[in-house]
């Protein structure tokens, strides 16, 4: 059975920094996309960033990319987003999400994910 535990959420200012972790289970963590998303309040749910576990090709969100790092463990079984440069539009639920490797379809298509975290909240107040 696919487990994604998200930790690491919390309050920050603007211009703060969180780091998100991404706990999957052993047995599903190779060579799969692992996908960070976010959801604000009336808001669809959209690709934030991910990485493929075997070969660590990443990808990015324009509206993160040069503050937002996408990160592997594999001894950990984790993956971590490392968010800087925070600011109030980065408020949201943030998911941690899982699909094989082997599917096509564009990095950012939520739908194409079987297996989700629970979620963990990120604010950043101004």
């Known amino acids: 059975q696919v487990q994604l535990v998200e930790s690491g959420g919390g309050s920050v200012q603007a211009g703060g920094s969180l780091r998100l972790s991404c706990a999957v289970s052993?047995?599903?963590?190779?060579?799969?996309?692992i996908t960070w998303f976010r959801q604000a309040p009336g808001m669809e749910r959209e690709a934030v960033a991910g990485v493929y576990t075997a070969d660590r090709a990443w990808y990015y969100a324009d509206s993160v990319k040069g503050r937002f790092t996408i990160s592997q463990d594999n001894a950990k079984a984790t993956v971590s987003l490392e968010m800087n440069n925070l600011a109030p539009e980065d408020t949201a639920m943030y998911y941690c999400?899982?699909?094989?490797?082997?599917?096509?379809?564009?990095?950012?298509?939520?739908?194409?994910?079987?297996?989700w975290g629970q979620g963990i909240q990120v604010t950043v107040s101004s």
């Open positions: 999400a899982l699909r094989p490797a082997w599917y096509r379809d564009s990095w950012s298509v939520r739908t194409t994910y079987p297996h």
């Open positions: 052993r047995d599903s963590y190779e060579n799969n996309l």
